[in-house]
Structure formats: C-alpha cells, structure tokens
C-alpha cells in the first residue's frame, strides 16, 4: 500500500508546488504592471517638467539676446557718433 500512497503523495506535492509558482508569478505580475504604471505616471511628469523649463529657458535667451543686441547697438552709436546734439 506504501508503493501507490507514494506516487500520490508526489502529484499531490508537485500541485502544491504548481500552485506556489502560479501564486509567484501571479503577484510579479502585478509588481509589473504596478511599476509599468508607475513608470509611465513619472515619465509624463518629468516631460511636463521639461516643457515648462524649456518655455522659461526659451524665455531666458530671447530676453538676454534682446538685451545684448540693444547694448551693440547703444556701444555702435556712440562709437561712431551716429546720434548727434544738436
């Protein structure tokens, strides 16, 4: 009776390791999805960010470049004395 009881107790403690490992992947399937999620939510964040600090930077140079521009041509008249008193 011992030999038929032991291959039952061998399929009954394979099933146990089955439903282990299908209970394992089921929950890093979920970490998965979970960290996909996560992911993408961060990624749409950092792109917001990105805009935002591309606007103020675009910003930045217009007004530096204005800035710089109006100072040549300020340096220009009075080198060459463009702007005369009358």
Known sequence: ????????QEQHH????V???ETAID???QAISELREETR????RVHE???KVRTTD???LLSISLSTALGV??????VFGLLQAH
């Open 58 to 60: 675009f910003r930045i």
């Open 73 to 78: 041509v300020g340096l220009l008249i009075k």
């Open 49 to 51: 960010q990105l805009l």
């Open 19 to 21: 439903a282990h490992l």
């Open 14 to 17: 394979l099933a146990e390791r």
């Open 27 to 29: 929950y890093q399937s």
């Open 41 to 44: 939510a961060e990624f749409v």
């Open 1 to 8: 009776m011992n030999g038929n009881n032991q291959p039952q």
